[in-house]
């Protein structure tokens, strides 16, 4: 017998709603009609417009400022689950609270886990991503995890630079497999930058491992959070030699100063993806869109394709 396969409907949270207008339009569907009903104490309630009785209904919404944006695609997921969805994704580009993923220190939370069980406990049956801070973190869940690799959106744009003496930089030890799995779509060297810090979002020191002289240096890193890890790591490769640097980071959380940070920094260009919404615009700051890949990725899932085949570059 053929496959059947049932009617897609997307719909949007407040946090992603321009990623989302660009995911359905290349998809080839209009975004589906969601209200977000809001108290004047802060509390909202959503509700679909429209029918979603046994359609495959994507919800896309990234998690950044977690509290918020998480506890509406929860909301929207149990609305799915109660209006008789037939299955239930949750897109969510950014996983927020994903540095969570461990017990560091005592009497800590896994935020990252606590999360994956609140949307498993919402009702969703699959969850599609991009970049998760630790790969672990599919581990936490007991339903398919789509793990969209965003290399295939920076690598295309890193060859159009067309830079003789590439090579990959890891702004820490924790990224050196991300950067070590980058570099071998350029057969470039990596170098690490070796970093100690003295609490969370404060460095103390940092040294470089391996030789920069003369190259053309790319940092890769999964978040851009204060840009102050990016900014000291970049001015550290250009003193010890570097003909230039630049840095890839897939998710522009960009706290507090952080534009001003990679603006006054050695950076020639901090490129981005569109996983979180840009506060504000900078010269430095590139934006390369996730749309096409998420929609290829959500066509097929409903039409039961291979993922990996958009791991491809």
Do not use: W
């Amino acid at each position: 017998m053929p496959l059947q396969f049932n009617p897609v409907k997307l719909f949007s949270g407040t946090g992603s709603k321009g990623l989302s207008l660009k995911i359905a339009e290349h998809y080839g569907k209009s975004l589906g009609s969601v209200t977000i009903h809001k108290f004047s104490d802060g509390e909202f309630q959503p509700s679909f417009d429209e029918s979603i009785r046994g359609s495959d209904v994507f919800l896309i919404q990234s998690t950044y400022q977690p509290s918020d944006n998480l506890m509406e695609l929860l909301l929207m997921v149990d609305a799915a689950k109660r209006a008789s969805a037939h299955y239930i994704t949750a897109v969510v580009p950014y996983y927020g609270l994903a540095r969570q993923d461990r017990k560091d220190k005592p009497r800590v939370a896994i935020g990252a886990k606590l999360v994956a069980n609140l949307l498993k406990s919402a009702g969703i049956h699959r969850i599609m991503t991009m970049d998760l801070h630790a790969a672990q973190i599919q581990g936490f869940f007991d339903i398919p995890v789509d793990h969209l690799d965003g290399s295939v959106i920076f690598v295309p744009y890193i060859k159009s630079l067309g830079l003789k003496n590439l090579t990959i930089a890891s702004p820490d030890m924790g990224g050196s497999y991300r950067a070590r799995t980058f570099a071998k779509f350029f057969n470039a060297e990596v170098i690490i930058c070796d970093k100690r810090r003295k609490r969370a979002n404060e460095i103390e020191s940092m040294s470089i491992i391996g030789d920069v002289t003369g190259q053309d240096v790319v940092l890769i890193d999964d978040i851009c959070d204060t840009a102050g890890t990016l900014s000291k790591a970049a001015a550290l490769i250009m003193e010890n030699g570097a003909a230039s640097v630049r840095a890839v980071c897939t998710h522009a959380v960009l706290s507090g100063k952080a534009v001003e940070t990679v603006e006054n920094s050695v950076l020639t260009e901090l490129i981005v993806t569109d996983t979180i919404p840009l506060k504000r615009e900078s010269s430095k700051i590139r934006v390369l869109s996730t749309a096409s890949l998420f929609a290829r990725a959500i066509a097929n899932v409903n039409e039961h394709g291979s993922i990996s085949d958009l791991f491809r570059v």
